[in-house]
């Protein structure tokens, strides 16, 4: 709990970033760092509440309540209070896996829910965790710590992002011999292509993959399963198979004008630019001679991202630092209000405008926020030779929905063209996609999803679970490891008719 008056003492602090002129000249992270005594003092804030919401980990009004993989928050807030730094890392280690990332790119689920969020700036429980795992492995405390009897059994996990590595973590805790198999290059899914180096560097993703395989997890890269190997034979080589293949199919904008060269999905130009990066060793001028064949170069561009969110700032942010000319940001939301609204209620996640790290950087260069709010695309135009122009964007109005149509209708006279070079589509993900599941006549829901219950993960094929995003639909990192993780638990059970896995 911390000190007993420390949220009265203490206000919220974070460690200041870099300006955002000067960070965006590179890709490294950009956060800067408290010492431990004003971590401790944060640490102290967190109250004797009672009931500590920040991790129930609950679902309410379809958004996450607290923190989906149950840290014990304050458990180790009071050990940071107090400088017990190595008991704080075993108190995290207990419920999560990898807290450098959680760290670093959840969005804090905790400090939604935080009660102290009530009527206080929430306690900084991002921020300290975060400084725990940073800690623990500058101290020398993290190291590989392998399994000491193996059970002879095999379990095959596809997809090495959040949900995949934590699986095979606790499977391989179990004494099981886990193979971790990912089509790309490296092993991180998300994590290693998804999120930009600025948010989550590559290094940190590597060092935990080196951990899990100095532990005894093999991983097998550049092999898609249901190509390169076919799913039935998986099935034969392994006692049991955890599917985290992630939701990989974007939602596309098929509007006119869709088949224009300079119109991209969030994801290829995310993924293209991260693997130049590590091609390129981190140059800064690497977008200059990409030695990746589909890389996007957004220098000199007019760049506009349709979609918000994590994505959608991710492509801000990457633009920036290729040096692109002008940057928009398309959204269809109407813009969120500085403070809860009424049907917004405490310990529901607070859905209020916040400006992110992509947001900040286009308004230091460009002198505003790149978001414009309430606007749909109609059409994307383009030249003789098929490239991108511009588009033609229109105002909505969500007061008054089309009947039998969508929620909101176009403002008549409000179309108006905009100039542009590229266009990036970050407007989520529909799905998995289904190779695997075909192969394997895996059940799917409603919404495509593989089918397993939560918290059980077996799907209609036995010995085959399905956990994370490929399950869920799309989601954050801490839902992905709690799936991860449930569906070791699960598999471990169908291996040995029992578990002491949490």
């Known amino acids: 709990m911390g000190k007993p008056t420390g949220f009265m003492e203490f206000p919220r602090e974070l460690g200041a970033d870099r300006k955002p002129e000067l960070r965006i000249l590179d890709w490294n992270e950009f956060h800067e760092h408290l010492t431990e005594e004003e971590l401790a003092n944060q640490g102290a804030r967190c109250m004797d509440c009672g009931i500590p919401f920040c991790h129930t980990g609950t679902t309410l009004a379809g958004m996450a309540s607290g923190c989906p993989i149950n840290n014990l928050i304050p458990e180790w807030n009071d050990h940071v209070y107090h400088g017990r730094w190595q008991d704080a890392i075993e108190s995290l280690h207990k419920t999560n896996n990898f807290p450098e990332f959680t760290g670093r790119v959840c969005p804090a689920p905790c400090e939604g829910s935080c009660v102290l969020g009530i009527h206080e700036p929430a306690v900084t429980i991002k921020n300290i965790e975060n400084s725990i795992i940073d800690h623990a492995f500058d101290q020398g405390w993290v190291v590989a710590n392998p399994p000491k009897v193996r059970t002879g059994k095999k379990v095959a996990v596809i997809g090495s992002g959040p949900a995949g590595l934590s699986a095979a973590a606790q499977l391989n805790s179990a004494g099981h011999s886990v193979t971790v198999y990912e089509r790309a290059d490296r092993i991180g899914g998300l994590l290693m ?107 000199g561009k007019k760049v506009v991202v349709i979609g918000g969110g994590d994505t959608g700032t991710d492509c801000l942010g990457t633009a920036m630092r290729q040096k692109c000319e002008s940057l928009i940001n398309l959204e269809i939301v109407p813009q969120p209000p500085a403070e809860r609204a009424a049907n917004n ?24 926020d790149p978001r414009l709010f309430q606007m749909s695309t109609v059409e994307f135009t383009g030249d003789e030779q098929g490239n991108l122009t511009g588009l033609t964007i229109c105002e909505v109005d969500w007061s008054k929905p089309v009947e039998n149509g969508p929620p909101f209708s176009v403002v008549p006279g409000s179309e108006k063209v905009l100039e542009c070079d590229l266009v990036f589509l970050a407007l989520g993900f529909l799905g998995p996609e289904h190779l695997i599941s075909e192969q394997l006549n895996l059940e799917t829901d409603a919404r495509s999803n593989f089918k397993a219950e939560h918290e059980q993960y077996t799907t209609n094929i036995e010995g085959v679970f399905a956990a994370g995003d490929c399950r869920r639909g799309q989601s954050l990192i801490v839902w992905a490891i709690n799936e991860g993780r449930g569906a070791a638990r699960e598999c471990d059970r169908y291996l040995m008719g029992a578990t002491e896995l949490p």
């Open 345 to 368: 209620p405490w310990p529901q996640w607070p859905k209020i405008f916040r400006v992110d790290y992509g947001h900040e950087e286009a308004a230091a260069v460009f002198g505003k």
């Open 193 to 299: 292509y998804g999120i930009p180096n600025m948010k989550l560097e590559k290094w940190i993703v590597q060092r935990r993959v080196d951990l899990l395989a100095d532990e005894g997890v093999e991983f097998v890269t550049n092999t898609s399963i249901g190509v390169d190997i076919k799913a039935d034979q998986l099935m034969k080589d392994f006692d049991a198979v955890v599917i985290c293949t992630g939701a990989t199919k974007p939602r596309d904008l098929p509007i006119p004008g869709r088949d224009l060269k300079g119109v991209h999905f969030a994801m290829e130009y995310l993924t293209a630019n991260t693997q130049s990066l590590l091609e390129s060793g981190l140059e800064n001028t690497h977008y200059q001679n990409s030695p990746v064949e589909n890389f996007i170069n957004a220098e």
